[in-house]
């Protein structure tokens, strides 16, 4: 229940007050029935101010305002020229000029487009869309996915909803307070406002990159900024043809993504060691994984086949199915975590051990491809699995000649074959190497 005491602090507010604390929505000082009470007096003072404006428009032979900003200069002019100096119809006439006068002004709205985000990213060397942004790995695309039903979109399925949310909540990313969170509110069943979302999901919903959308009180206000607009000569995808407010954001002023990627990186940087060993299935020498770091684990993997999927055009479920002859759970688990980190490392210069593995990925994947085609290799080598795969024509010419260049790469794993430096493998032949994996996976 609201007090008189708040009532009157309402009350007391100017009409430019109220419209912008409207216009905030979820993040004005005033919520609940605060909000609404504010709501209920700027709508009372627009309604009277208008009625009083008809009546003193009426009485002094003054059009109606939309009347104004339609007439002509030279009519509004001639109109002026038969009112008296100091009377209130040539006062209403000289607010009409500065209004014009103001509205000469060039716009220089960005509209935060496609093309305003990716000329951001470029300038600043990143992906052209956030690469954190998944359910998986950011709590606020998460959270504002989650609350697009409001704004009349599909919603996350109930079932993996309350599952994410309750992965979420349990994270140090959660918002603690109201001010934090991702927010939508409505005035009389109407969209007003969408506060705190991820740019990247406003964008696949409303065309624009932005963080904050805030709709017309109503259709009066929303005519008058169509004319305005149209006067201005606004492009058709200007923001506020829709929006009376918007606050564009680029993903790297989120104040989540610093928090992602120092994270991601440290998690890369801390990869366990590499074993020296071509083969990739020693069970024996895996060790648990603690509870508290799975949350980190998940987080780091879906990450990396997200950048997977945008370098190579290969995601983690399309993988799957050309693997689908690897039948055992263990094994396709160890796969995706060696490709996982075989990408990685080929990422961050360390390009022998990325190639290990990829070697590693790729001579294990031919063994379980031959025993699922019923085919004997002369021997258990990887030269064998190759000479077996084209004996029997498993393997295209080109997939062929693909594969055999690791037998170059296998030169390289003692030190005594690395002279000098031109033996060294470099990061391009490593991201070549893991490049490889998915070329051989197309053809099984």
């Known amino acids: 229940m609201i007090t008189d005491e708040k009532k009157k602090r309402i009350e007391s507010l100017s009409d430019e007050e109220m419209s912008y604390e409207i216009n905030l929505g979820r993040r004005s000082r005033f919520q609940r029935e605060s909000f609404a009470y504010l709501q209920t007096c700027y ?16 009485f002094h032979k003054v059009p109606l305002a939309h009347e104004l900003e339609m007439m002509p200069d030279i009519e509004l002019a001639e109109l002026q020229s038969q009112l008296p ?20 002004i060039p716009n220089t709205t960005t509209t935060p487009d496609f093309e305003w985000y990716g000329s951001i990213s470029k300038e600043k060397r990143m992906t052209s869309r956030c690469p954190f942004a998944t359910v998986e790995v950011c709590p606020r695309y998460y959270q504002s996915l ?27 990313l959660w918002p603690k307070i109201d001010e934090q969170a991702t927010s939508v509110s409505k005035s009389d069943s109407r969209l007003s406002t969408l506060s705190n979302f991820c740019p990247e999901v406003l964008y696949d919903s409303f065309g624009y990159f932005c963080t904050f959308l805030s709709s017309y009180a109503d259709e009066i206000d929303s005519d008058m900024a169509h004319r305005m607009l149209h006067k201005q000569g606004a492009a058709s995808n200007d923001p506020r043809w829709h929006w009376s407010y918007a606050i564009s954001q680029h993903y790297s002023e989120c104040p989540l993504f610093s928090v992602l990627e120092h994270r ?15 083969h990739i299935f020693a069970p024996s020498k895996l060790k648990p994984v603690k509870e508290s770091g799975m949350r980190a684990i998940a987080n780091l993997e879906a990450t990396t ?72 290799p002369s ?28 037998r170059h790469f296998r030169n390289f794993v ?31």
């Open 379 to 406: 021997d258990k080598t990887f030269d064998s699995y190759i000479k077996a795969c084209e004996t029997n024509g498993l393997l295209k010419k080109a997939v062929h000649r693909l594969s055999d260049s690791f």
């Open 305 to 376: 086949w997200k950048e997977i999927e945008n370098d190579y055009g290969v995601s983690k479920k399309l993988l799957g199915k050309k693997i689908n002859f690897v039948t055992d759970a263990f094994k396709r688990k160890v796969i995706f975590r060696d490709i996982e980190h075989a990408y990685c490392l080929a990422n961050a210069g360390y390009s022998k051990p990325a190639v290990i593995l990829a070697g590693g990925v790729t001579e294990e994947l031919l063994r379980l491809y031959l025993i699922h085609n019923k085919v004997t």
């Open 264 to 278: 991601n990186k440290n998690q890369a940087r801390n990869l366990a060691p590499v074993e020296n060993n071509l």
């Open 146 to 172: 989650s609350l697009l039903p409001e704004a009349g979109f599909t919603g996350i399925p109930d079932k993996e909803n309350a599952k994410l949310l309750k992965k979420w909540k349990s994270s140090d």
């Open 43 to 58: 709508q009372k003072r627009k309604n009277e101010k208008e009625e009083h404006e008809a009546m003193m428009r009426a």
């Open 414 to 444: 003692h030190l005594s074959n690395e002279i000098t430096s031109k033996h060294t493998i470099s990061k391009a032949t490593a991201k070549g190497a893991v490049a490889s994996i998915f070329t051989l996976a197309n053809d099984f």
């Open 85 to 104: 100096p100091d009377s209130p119809g040539n006062i209403i006439v000289e607010s009409e000029w500065r209004r014009r006068k103001s509205s000469k």
